[in-house]
């Protein structure tokens, strides 16, 4: 059972045995055994048991390697290899399948699942790397696995020159290595089948909206009246709230400034949580909150962070009236981090959230508005308690708002949804519109959209379910192969002769005709009755 399945026997299976083969006919005790064996051989533990020495074999890892190390998503390649075992796929094709996967005539998405035998790499997403530099990195991981696992070979030392022991050239090393080499590192997205239907149903549908005709361009009259209406909606504007308690969980002491937003100094928490409590400017119909995130010189590089880069990441806002918190529906900024989108501060992951970090110098190190729509408008009082809650993330440490400001509004959705350059100067006392702002406004108002309201509502449902989805790392090739050069001591930026896809002359050729051989060609070769190994 240990051998077979990696699990004891319970007390009643091993009772049964013993029962049955204490009581067998010597000549009888043999197949009893033998229903043993075949027992455990169909269980579906078996494949778990025999698959962890191939993962090993493999590298296999859930999560990238090197310092960041962030998760990535290839268990659906375990759960092959697993399968493959337990429905005893023959090894040939457990080879090809692996490493060619994709191929094949036609391949299934099994078959492709299957190559991420060759995905299990360690992969850098440090900043400031050599993105060529790894992608061979990670080729020469494939060749040299390829060669331990199917020839039994360190094919790895000859690398950076001929093998001192074996008799494999470093030109050899590097014919092997092409066949590696002219090779793309997709995502395979793997919906269910409700997952897969409902996509079908919202791509049909987009295609049908993309071909209804768009609005035509507003005239100057509409545009007058557009904005009339606009400033009758803002009901009052964007109205500060007077922190009139700021607590932080983790140390850190934070003041109130005269323009009413709140600075942190003193200890720095890995996941800080800012409370702040208030009250409502006056009676009305609450539609969104207003942060911005803003800088100071007592900050690292000004802020508006307190990580050393003065980042941070805002993991959650939440805001409660009379004890009860409201749901945001939506949330819009005027810049969010690559991967750090301000929708991610409504989700309640504190290993996400919103950040603020640009790849522009410029951009970096200055004052960010966030936007949080409610997920349904809701009636205050004047004087009624308001508490924000401000969590930071648990991934980055160290990662708070350094100065922050908070406001509300009662404005219409209408105005809300205007880019936030145009819904301030909606906002702004008519008298103090400067020519410039009213032209900004204009195009804003009057800018005809690419697409319409259907076209980008289909299109978020279609990311968002999208993003739902899982998915597994595969090969593919490459739209053009990529030509092979031996790397003089293994320096990917010093090269040399070009070099064609082959095998070790010890091994004999790999026989193919009317093209180079591939992957595939390679695959069928190592597990040839005719290989020499």
């Not at 078996?46 to 090993?56: F, I, M, S």
């Not at 945001?328 to 409504?346: G, L, M, P, R, T």
């Not at 319409?452 to 289909?458: C, D, E, F, N």
Request: aromatic share 8%; glycine share 6%; net charge neutral.
């Amino acid at each position: 059972s240990l051998d077979l399945t990696g699990l004891l026997p319970s007390p009643r299976e091993i009772d049964e045995f013993v029962r049955e083969y204490g009581s067998a006919k010597p000549q009888a005790k043999e197949a009893v055994y033998g229903q043993l064996v075949d027992r455990l051989l169909a269980s579906a533990h078996y494949g778990e048991r025999q698959a962890r020495h191939w993962l090993d074999l493999a590298r296999y890892a859930d999560s990238n390697g090197y310092t960041i190390d962030g998760k990535r998503s290839i268990w659906p390649w375990r759960d092959w290899v697993i399968a493959a075992f337990n429905r005893d796929l023959p090894f040939d094709q457990f080879t090809i399948e692996q490493l060619a996967g994709d191929l094949l005539p036609n391949p299934k998405r099994d078959q492709l699942v299957a190559t991420g035998f060759q995905r299990n790499t360690s992969f850098n997403e440090e900043g400031g790397t050599n993105p060529e530099q790894f992608r061979v990195e990670r080729t020469v991981d494939r060749t040299n696995t390829a060669g331990a696992v199917w020839l039994g070979l360190t094919v790895g030392c000859a690398q950076c020159h001929n093998h001192k022991y074996d008799p494999i050239s470093q030109k050899e090393y590097y014919q092997l290595y092409a066949f590696f080499n002219s090779t793309d590192e997709p995502k395979l997205p793997l919906p269910t089948p409700a997952q897969a239907a409902k996509l079908k149903e919202l791509n049909a549908e987009l295609a049908e909206a993309k071909k209804q005709p768009l609005p035509k361009p507003k005239s100057a009259d509409e545009i007058a009246k557009l904005l009339a209406d606009l400033e009758k909606e803002t009901n009052g504007g964007w109205q500060i709230i007077y922190p009139k308690t700021v607590m932080a969980e983790q140390g850190a002491v934070c003041d109130v400034l005269d323009d009413r937003s709140v600075l942190a100094k003193g200890p720095v928490g890995p996941s800080e949580t800012y409370t702040i409590h208030g009250v409502a400017p006056e009676t009305g119909i609450l539609t969104a909150i207003r942060l911005e995130a803003l800088t100071h010189q007592s900050l690292p590089k000004n802020g508006p962070g307190r990580a050393s880069n003065g980042n941070f990441v805002l993991s959650q806002i939440v805001f409660e009236t009379d004890g009860v918190p409201h749901r945001f529906k939506k949330a819009i900024a005027d810049h969010s981090q690559k991967n750090y989108d301000v929708n991610d501060a409504i989700k309640g992951d504190l290993k996400k959230g919103w950040a603020v970090n640009a790849n522009d110098p410029k951009a970096q190190n200055v004052d960010r508005t966030a936007i949080f729509f409610l997920k349904t408008a809701h009636p205050v009082r004047e004087g009624q308690a308001f508490v924000f809650t401000l969590r930071h993330s648990e991934v980055p440490k160290g990662y708070a708002l350094g100065r922050f400001r908070i406001a509300v509004t009662f404005a219409t959705e209408r105005v809300l949804d205007l880019p936030l350059p145009a819904q301030s100067i909606v906002f702004m006392d008519p008298a103090k519109r400067s020519t410039k702002d009213m032209t900004s406004l204009q195009q804003a108002l009057e800018k005809v959209p690419t697409t319409s309201q259907r076209v980008t509502k289909l299109q978020k449902e279609i990311k968002d379910l999208e993003a739902q989805i899982e998915t597994t790392l595969i090969l593919k090739p490459t739209a053009k192969p990529r030509p092979t050069n031996i790397q003089k001591r293994g320096d990917f930026l010093d090269l040399g002769d070009v070099v064609e896809p082959g095998s070790f002359a010890m091994l004999g050729d790999i026989q193919v005709k009317d093209h180079f051989p591939n992957r595939l060609d390679l695959a069928k070769w190592l597990v040839s009755p005719e290989h020499p190994i």
